[in-house]
Structures are given as C-alpha cells and as structure tokens.
C-alpha cells in the first residue's frame, strides 16, 4: 500500500477561468544550457512594465513536472540535495506576473523544501502528490555553461499518475519529466486553450518515441539548440510545420530566444550584464516567464516579443545564484528592472 497524501496549498490563486488570447489560433490536437547573455548595457526603464494582477478573465495557468533534489558540481563548487526541478523553476518564474498551479510528485523528504520556496507566492499546490517515496533525484556536472547529465533516480513517476482539474481549459505547460508521464499529462490537457511542452536531452535520445508522442501533442514546445538537432530538427520554421506546432521556442543560451510562429520569428537577446553562475533551470524559466506573461497581457500576437522579454528577464535572475536561489528570491521590482535591461539590448541591435 502507498502512503501518499496532497500537499497543502501554500496559497491559493483567484485566477479567473474565462477566455483570453484573441487574436491567436491555438492547436486542439493534432542549445546547451550556457551563460544568458549578449547585449552588454543596462537600462532604468521598460516601455511595457510586468504586470502583477493580469488582465481580467485570464484563463488559469498550469504547470505538471518536476520536484527534483539535484547534486551538481561546476564552477560554483558541489551542492548536494538542492532543490530542483522543471514544476519548481516554471511556477516561481511565472508567479512573479500571475497565479500558478503545480501538479507534480513530491516525496516526503522535500516537502518543506518545497513549503519554503513557494512561500508568499500565488501558487497552489493542492495537485501536488505527496508518496512515501524517494523524491526524483538528478545528478549533473556543469561543464561550459552546460548541464552533464550524469543519471537520474525516477522511481516515484512508478508511483504517480498526472492530475489536472477536469476539462482544464487554460494555459498548461507540461515540463520535463520522464517521458511516459509527460506523454499522459499531454493527454489529459488536451482540452486546454494552450498546451505548451519542453524537452529533455537524454529523454529525447533515450525514450524518442515518447518524446515525439509529447510534441505531436504540443501547440507550443520549448527546446534547445542540442535538443532541437536530436529531434531530427534543421530548419526551425520547416520544423514547426511539420509537427504542426503554433509555436515553436528555441533556447539558445548565450544567443538568446527565439519564437518561432506562422507570423515569422521573434529573437530576444540574452544579458551579459551579470554572471551566470548556475545555468540550470534557465530554460524552465523562459518558459515560465514568458508563458506568464504573455497571459497576462492579453495574449495578442503583439505582445509576443514583451513575453518573450519577461522570460529572458527571469533567466537573468535565476542564473544569478545556485539553484532556485535566485528566482524564489526575485521580486516583482527585479523583473521589472531587467525586462527594462532587455529592451534595451534589444533597442541596441536594432
């Protein structure tokens, strides 16, 4: 018999459930992790500030992934058991802009790691799934601004199945996690107005078929540069059509984000301005950031740039510190001054 209980909410969210995002067609069916940076100058003001309450009758904002402990060791010297995980990044980027809900596994042995992160934030964890069971554990080396995978300890996901509300007709992000897991998320959240999925390099070389099944499934799908190649990816445009994705998220570390839609590309350049001192999670937080974001806004096609903007603006910060240090830390102040850093960047490449 499992023991397993739902962890408490740490706060629960009042987002809204009524429709946004007119102006875009959404899907029903169907690079190493290197220092973010490129532009070298800092700014005092943003023409597009964040915006914490959203816009009225926003869909609700998802994420099903990850709770990690990792054990790294890189530049910054070895850190054992440190919290981790795609659910983890994604929330606490995106709840500095809107209310998130995490659906994930956690064992015993990282709840109150996880109690503290979240506290204070919009998030609700009332579909995280506590088991008496080892939390997932991942074990890299950072080399170059890049994650080594060195092996992962997965047996929980034997243990879980995804929940989502019924009908879930929000915006989800399903992040990395093991592949056959992420695949059921992807089932259950097809009624939802945005199903987003991101990859994982030795998932997608070690379970591709998984792996294709979760972006068949996608409208938008986040990668990066190595991930892209090993997906069998050359031109991201011919790429996106094939796989009829309505967008396409190209992380490429150093060189910024690029979106990809049926409107063109959008590139948004990565900071110099601060050094990257642990890379991992950066892309959760693109994500996160960007997802977010572009929600609370209104979701036009517009404002996909601004979006795009808020994520590079969350790497910078969670790059900053080891871990989810520097995001469970940041305010909604600090994205404001670094997405006003980014524009400027982008106003100097112009």
Known sequence: ??????????????????????????K??????????????????SPRAAVPGGVPDAPELLVVGSIALDTREGPFGKVKEELG????????????VVPVKVSAPLGNDAVDQVAKAFDRRPIDTSLIHVLDAPTYRWTARQEHGRNVDLGSSDRIYDRWEPHVPREFAGWAFVGSMRPDRQAQAMKLLQPAR???ADAMLSYVKGHTSDAKDVLRRASWYFCNEE???????HDPEEFRRQWWLEGLVVKAGSKGVTAHTADGSVHVPALPSYPAFDTT????AVAGGMLARWL??????GGLQDALVCGVACASLTIESI???GIASATTGLVDARMAEVWECLRRES
């Open 296 to 301: 609370s806004t209104g979701a036009q096609r």
């Open 1 to 26: 018999m499992i023991s397993a209980r739902w962890l408490p909410r740490v706060q629960t969210p009042t987002a809204p459930r009524s429709s946004a995002g007119a102006g875009w067609r959404w």
């Open 28 to 45: 029903t069916t169907a690079g190493p992790r290197t220092s973010w940076r490129s532009c070298a100058t800092r700014a005092t003001s």
């Open 227 to 233: 991930e892209f190649a090993a997906l069998g990816g």
């Open 323 to 325: 871990g989810v240090r």
């Open 281 to 284: 999670g950066a892309g959760d």
């Open 194 to 196: 945005l199903l987003a």
């Open 85 to 96: 995980g795609s659910a983890v990044y994604f929330a606490l980027a995106a709840s500095l």
